[in-house]
């Protein structure tokens, strides 16, 4: 069995800030802390090194990214289309403190944040990126097409629900009010804007990804 490789947490805003050699450490530093900003990185050199940047400099890059899919299989399958955008959410924890945005698919260039919520999931991150997505591309009037990675979201999308387990509370009376939001905008509106599966297999992580896996 192959050892798993070790990580090294960069935390920029959180209770205390640092590189943290755990996920607990870091964890105990973000839970409760509102706007907090942390990746994973993996030699201790490269976190330190982050920690004295930016942290929007180091969302959603990581290490470039190797197939394991045969030729035949990559070639089927194509290439990314980058007149686009793509979306994604992160959340720390099921439930957690969840954030979602979208960006530009070839630059990576962020078009829109929103977050964190209390005690939200990532499902509902993805639906709520996706449903903003559209939303940003008709305000737009935008041609382009729109990347997610959740078949969670597209289906709630296509059937205009969100069909989600999570009980509504009081800590996430905020997040489940932009949910009725998005919603009550797909019942609303039409709109002519492709949503495609985005291939991580075949193209790594989705360019919107927040980088903290």
């Known amino acids: 069995m192959s050892k798993k490789k070790k990580k090294y947490y960069t935390v920029w805003k959180g209770h205390h800030t640092g590189v943290f050699e755990s996920w607990d450490d870091c964890k105990a530093q973000i839970k409760d802390f509102q706007g907090a900003q942390y990746k994973s ?27 394991g899919l ?3 299989q990559l070639k089927k399958i194509g290439k990314p289309n980058y007149n686009s955008i793509s979306v994604d959410a ?27 919520f209390e005690e939200g999931t990532n499902n509902i991150g993805e639906f709520l990126a996706l449903v903003h997505g559209l939303a940003f591309l008709k305000q737009s009037n935008s041609k382009r097409i729109i990347y997610t990675d959740s078949k969670t979201a597209l289906s709630w ?8 387990k999570l009980e509504r509370i009081d800590k996430n009376k905020p997040l489940f009010e932009l949910v009725d939001r998005a919603l009550e905008w797909l019942k609303a509106n039409t709109y002519t804007t492709t949503i495609v599966k985005w291939e991580t297999r075949a193209w790594g992580e989705i360019p919107a990804d927040f980088g903290r896996k």
């Open 157 to 164: 999308v296509k059937k205009k629900t969100c069909n989600t």
């Open 90 to 116: 992160a959340s720390s924890g099921n439930p957690g403190k969840m954030e979602y945005r979208g960006v530009d698919t070839k630059t990576k260039k962020q078009l829109f944040i929103q977050g964190p």
């Open 70 to 72: 045969t030729e035949a």
């Open 41 to 67: 990185f993996g030699t201790f050199e490269a976190a330190k090194k982050a920690l004295k940047g930016n942290y929007q400099d180091y969302i959603g890059k990581t290490a470039k990214f190797k197939s």
